[in-house]
């Protein structure tokens, strides 16, 4: 068998099989992803997505533009996150 099986990677045989649903994500982008003051994506023709915010890591390169700073995963994903999360209920309300 290769990869050799070890301890770390067992068969799955034996019931019950749970599934759990997952979402994609983006990390590190670097600037790869514009986001605009009110956390909304920016779109390739400039405009702000109306549905469709980022906040936390994807935006490091947006708020640093070179290097990283420890923490600063967990302060931006608390600043626009809490920014992200009240223009998306804005957005479902409206």
Do not use: C
Not at 5 to 20: C, E, G, M, N, V
Not at 61 to 71: C, P, R, S, T, V
């Amino acid at each position: 068998m290769s990869p050799p099986k070890s301890h770390w990677a067992r068969t799955i045989d034996t019931p019950p099989y749970l599934a759990y649903p997952l979402r994609p994500g983006i990390t590190f982008t670097y600037l790869g992803v514009k986001v605009d003051e009110l956390a909304r994506i920016q779109m390739a023709d400039g405009k702000p997505s109306a549905n469709l915010f980022a906040a936390g890591e994807v935006m490091a390169g947006n708020i640093l533009g070179k290097g990283y700073l420890a923490g600063i995963g967990m302060t931006i994903g608390s600043v626009f996150g809490r920014i992200a999360g009240r223009e998306a209920a804005r957005y479902v309300h409206n």
